[in-house]
């Protein structure tokens, strides 16, 4: 069979790039000894997750730690599943989270090795196509999908492996005639890889994160040209990996299956085989068991999840980095005012096994870093997140941002020498200040003494309350009132006679608390009152009697 006459009318593009110019057009990139160079390679979905956060953020680290490039690839070779604004969408959720490309697909700057759209490359993948059908290492298929349902259904009759490999793959040794009878028909056909391997031959691969790994030779006739002559994703991730000069693919143990034809395609098209790391799944305690994390079932798996609730970005990406590498944790309590990006990542400590994801965990790291923040950063992000996510009254309430500051230094702690760590996530810090504005101010007045008691304790406070006070006056006039009202003024004095009095002095600020915050828990409440302001103050204690 003359193969370049086939491979002529298969593939008829007079203007595909040789395979030479390929070569010149991409040239190795010039980086340090051990510089990586990693990618993110999604399908424009628009569904960004925290797997492929997970993974992004091991292949940055990877790449800046070692010198390299980190790049964006957008693998859009099903037209069907692209959504618009998916690749804006990548870009946007990555860079909340601080983690930026180098070049790739809409980045400015430098992007030598583009396009960064696989379907713009359709010439480089048609080139070694057509090269593949001239050395008779791929071939046309003219299986319609009803026979190869057939094919499929036999397979599984006599639980067999599924796929188009020995005798089920009924084109791999169609004659001359045959071939260009269905060409000549306008038959429909596909280019598939003529297989070379041997299902009976296992290899040890090294996994730059599992390690030593047994992968069997593959056999199957997998498709590398669709009917539309745009390829699949095996053979134009092997071509765009290998000219973008990619050298460590990190990606999802999901991917272990199709390594064997990842490995025979690289082997076909005479390229070096970049070093592939399989990430482990993330996984979650459900009733006491661990599932893996599903779009279905786990809204924590949307980064929008973690946009709209308000988490703060740095602390998301520190909890992830305890999850990638198990010594960050230990690094980051020696280094607690370090930069993330100053700890040594390394692929080889990757876990081995499935991720365990804690959202109590990630709150108290969310803790931790929003308690590092000034209450100017504070309200910076607050701001940010009301802006976005929040209610028109959450809005107008951060256009006051001296009042907010002030509140945010209070809830904070700002100047103790150990600093509070109410604050976990944007959403609920903004709901802790809504006692502080009259429209969002919604008491619960529930009081354990009578109606008769908090009212003398109410209007016996209100009487004596001086916004120029300090602490200690106040306290002082507190105690004057609880007195007035039937409380123990010293805790002393309650502990040697309970029953002659109402309660003893937290009983009685309590009742005030209660009045000014609408809950019997809050900062300290001489500021509260101090912030609010005697008028505002003054009116609180008086709508709060019974």
């Not at 595909?16 to 390929?22: G, N, T, W």
């Not at 490999?165 to 596909?190: H, M, W």
């Not at 992968?215 to 290998?242: C, M, R, W």
């Not at 910076?380 to 009042?403: P, Q, S, V």
């Amino acid at each position: 069979m003359d193969l370049k006459k086939l491979a002529s009318r298969l593939i008829p593009d007079e203007n595909l790039p040789s395979l030479e110019d390929c070569e010149k057009a991409y040239p190795p990139r010039k980086l340090k000894e051990g510089a990586e160079v990693t990618r993110l390679a999604p399908s424009p979905t628009g569904f960004i997750h925290l797997g492929n956060l997970y993974s992004a953020l091991a292949d940055e680290r990877t790449a800046h730690t070692t010198g390299g490039v980190f790049y964006l690839r957008i693998e859009d070779t099903d037209e069907k599943r692209k959504v618009e604004g998916a690749v804006e969408s990548v870009i946007r959720s990555l860079k909340y989270f601080g983690v930026n490309f180098d070049e790739g697909a809409e980045i400015d700057g430098e992007n030598a090795y583009g396009p960064y759209y696989q379907r713009r490359r359709a010439p480089i993948y048609r080139a070694f196509a057509k090269d593949l059908i001239e050395r008779g290492l791929a071939y046309p298929c003219f299986c319609t999908e009803e026979e190869l349902d057939e094919t499929r259904r036999i397979q599984t009759e006599k639980k067999e492996v599924t796929g188009y490999y020995g005798e089920y793959a009924k084109c791999r040794n169609l004659t001359e005639e045959q071939i260009y009878a269905a060409l000549d028909s306008g038959k429909p056909f596909v280019i598939r890889l003529k297989s070379q391997g041997d299902v009976n031959v296992k290899h040890t691969f090294r996994d730059a994160i599992k390690g030593s790994i047994t992968v069997t030779e593959n056999n199957q006739d997998v498709v590398i040209l669709k009917s539309d002559g745009i390829p699949t994703y095996h053979f134009a991730h092997a071509i765009d990996d290998h000219f973008m000069r990619t050298t460590l693919v990190i990606r999802g143990e999901e991917w272990l299956s199709s390594l064997p034809i990842h490995i025979e395609l690289f082997k076909v098209l005479s390229f070096e085989l970049p070093r592939y790391g399989h990430t482990c799944s993330l996984m979650k305690v459900d009733n006491g068991t661990k599932r893996k994390l599903s779009k279905r079932k786990d809204p924590e798996l949307s980064l929008d999840f973690y946009r709209a609730a308000g988490y703060y970005p740095q602390a998301v990406i520190r909890y992830l980095m305890t999850i990638l590498n198990s010594n960050f944790e230990e690094w980051a309590a020696k280094n607690p005012t370090a930069d993330y990006k100053q700890f040594p990542f390394s692929v080889s400590k990757m876990g081995k096994s499935g991720a365990l994801f804690d959202l109590d965990k990630l709150n108290d790291v969310s803790r931790d870093e929003l308690s590092k923040l000034s209450p100017e950063e504070m309200f910076a992000f607050l701001k940010g997140w009301a802006d976005e996510f929040g209610t028109e009254k959450d809005r107008a309430h951060f256009e006051n941002a001296d009042y907010i500051i002030k509140i945010l230094a209070l809830i904070m702690g700002a100047g103790a020498k150990k600093k509070r760590k109410d604050i976990v996530r944007a959403e609920q810090g903004v709901r802790l200040m809504d006692y502080f504005f009259d429209d969002t101010f919604a008491p619960e007045y529930s009081y354990r003494a009578d109606n008769e008691t908090v009212n003398k304790m109410l209007e016996g406070f209100a009487a004596l309350y001086d916004e120029n006070d300090d602490n200690s006056a106040w306290f002082a006039k507190l105690k004057q009132a609880a007195a007035g009202a039937g409380f123990a003024a010293e805790n002393a004095e309650y502990k040697l006679n309970p029953e002659a009095y109402k309660g003893n002095v937290s009983d009685a600020a309590e009742i005030v608390r209660i009045a000014v915050t609408g809950s019997p828990n809050s900062p300290d409440l001489c500021t509260v009152m101090g912030i609010l302001g005697k008028e505002r103050s003054i009116a609180r204690l008086n709508s709060a009697k019974r």
